[in-house]
């Protein structure tokens, strides 16, 4: 997927740390802010974002910032056939081209694999499979590999890489097809392993970077986003404060919060909560409120699971509420 300049500032956003997103974001239109918020939810919500595509974004970025930036030869061909053939025939052209690169040398994308991946799929070849990759991979990520085989596959491999050279060129790029096949595999049973947490993960930090906006530009951002997809704007609504938040909730606005929460309630919150958690609520409550949460921790049998979970939307139910307001405050990180 090709991403447009939208797409590319969207992944370059969330790319940064929370506050220099923040700092980026303050000098824009609400207009600008709301189209970025949309691309990245599509991105997300389509599986088109990934580590490898936003470094990709990151790492141009850099090379356009450079004083003498060095010559991208691969971004010239595709901008010289784009601008001469179109954009769907310089498509076709690219791949006339990759077909080329991979039957001069099959074993491009090998090269180019994990050191990992690449041992993990060599460990359940044939060893003569094995021995001739090792030959046509750099010496150095030869010898990595080598080190992470089992004993077994390592000497096998080892004793035949000195009689690849007989083996003849239909049946190298033979091997290295099945072994581009499987590597093809196992990055997408990756993929589709990590796809099930990166949304998430990516939509917390949209809604960090969405709560630490002016109310106003916020609501238009959060109110564009439902437009589009409610169920996802609804999320990141919801992401904006977690129960891990607290101890960065200014000390004044969580102590608001807490005035309706009862101690009980509060002791089941604070079952098993981080250290950090546990310090931030009980000093920001009177001492005879702490010495009340002690005793009815101390007086309760092990809670269940869902009454802990309970206790802790309540406070957290507040703390959403009070940030819908815009009355909820945060401290510098």
């Not at 799929?121 to 030869?142: D, F, G, M, N, T």
């Not at 310090?279 to 010495?291: D, G, P, Q, V, W």
Request: negative net charge.
């Amino acid at each position: 997927m090709a991403l447009t300049g939208k797409q590319k500032a969207a992944l370059l956003l969330v790319s940064l740390d929370v506050a220099t997103a923040t700092e980026l974001l303050k000098g824009l239109e609400p207009s600008v802010v709301q189209d970025l918020a949309a691309e990245l939810t599509y991105l997300d919500a389509t599986g088109h974002q990934t580590a490898e595509q936003s470094a990709e974004v990151a790492r141009q970025f850099y090379d356009s910032l450079r004083s003498e930036p060095a010559f991208n030869l691969k971004g010239f061909v595709k901008e010289m056939l784009t601008s001469t053939v179109g954009q769907d025939k310089a498509q076709q052209v690219e791949t006339q081209i990759q077909q080329l690169l991979l039957k001069r040398d099959p074993f491009i994308p090998i090269r180019s694999a994990d050191t990992q991946t690449l041992a993990s799929v060599l460990e359940r070849e044939r060893p003569q499979a094995v021995a001739v990759i090792l030959s046509e991979i750099p010496p150095k990520k030869s010898s990595e590999i080598i080190g992470l085989l089992g004993e077994g596959m390592r000497v096998s491999a080892i004793t035949r890489m000195t009689s690849v050279d007989s083996v003849t060129a239909e049946a190298k790029a033979r091997i290295a097809e099945l072994i581009c096949t499987r590597l093809g595999s196992v990055r997408a049973s990756e993929e589709s392993s990590a796809s099930e947490a990166r949304p998430e993960q990516s939509l917390r930090k949209v809604a960090v970077i969405l709560r630490n906006l002016e109310k106003e530009v916020r609501d238009g951002v959060l109110g564009a986003m439902q437009e589009k997809d409610n169920q996802i704007g609804e999320k990141v609504t919801s992401l904006m404060i977690v129960w891990d938040d607290i101890p960065q909730i200014a000390d004044r606005s969580l102590q608001e919060a807490l005035r309706g929460i009862d101690e009980r309630q509060l002791a089941l919150a604070l079952h098993k909560a981080d250290d950090a958690i546990i310090r931030k609520i009980k000093s920001n409550i009177s001492e005879r409120a702490a010495a009340l949460v002690d005793e009815e921790a101390s007086l309760m049998s092990t809670p269940k699971k869902e009454d802990v979970k309970e206790a802790r939307e309540k406070i957290v139910g507040v703390l959403r509420e009070m940030n819908n307001k815009g009355e909820l405050a945060f401290v510098e990180e």
